[in-house]
């Protein structure tokens, strides 16, 4: 997940997401009656905003691309297409769905 963080609002964003999930999961693991949901549903609709205006390659760019860069150096370039960043804003949107069931087992 961290290259869509990266690709949405650069290496800050990337670094506040690692650092806010990690300061969350001690709270939690520390204080397990505290009620972070709030607190984790704003990281995560932040998150998902900011990916979702991240730009993608489309396969006719990556097509392109291809004939000009390495295999792995394409490897990478994947990550950013369309359907990874779907598959990423579905996976924040489950996320998102447990903790407005109060299904907190969701996040381990």
């Known amino acids: 997940m961290y290259g ?16 806010a999930s ?17 607190v984790a ?3 995560l609709l932040s998150l998902r905003k900011d ?3 991240a730009p993608v390659f489309t396969e006719r760019q990556l097509a392109i691309i291809r004939r000009a860069v390495s295999d792995s ?3 990478l370039l994947d990550r950013y297409q369309e359907e990874r960043k779907t598959g ?3 996976r924040i949107d489950e996320l998102l769905k447990g903790i407005a069931k109060k299904e907190y087992a969701i996040y381990s």
């Open 73 to 75: 150096d394409i490897k």
């Open 4 to 19: 869509w963080t990266r690709a949405a609002g650069g290496p800050e964003l990337a670094s506040r997401f690692a650092q």
């Open 88 to 90: 990423i804003v579905s």
């Open 22 to 38: 990690e300061i969350l999961g001690r709270i939690h693991s520390e204080l397990p009656q505290a009620d972070i949901a709030p």
């Open 51 to 53: 990916i979702k205006k």
């Open 41 to 43: 549903a704003g990281l």
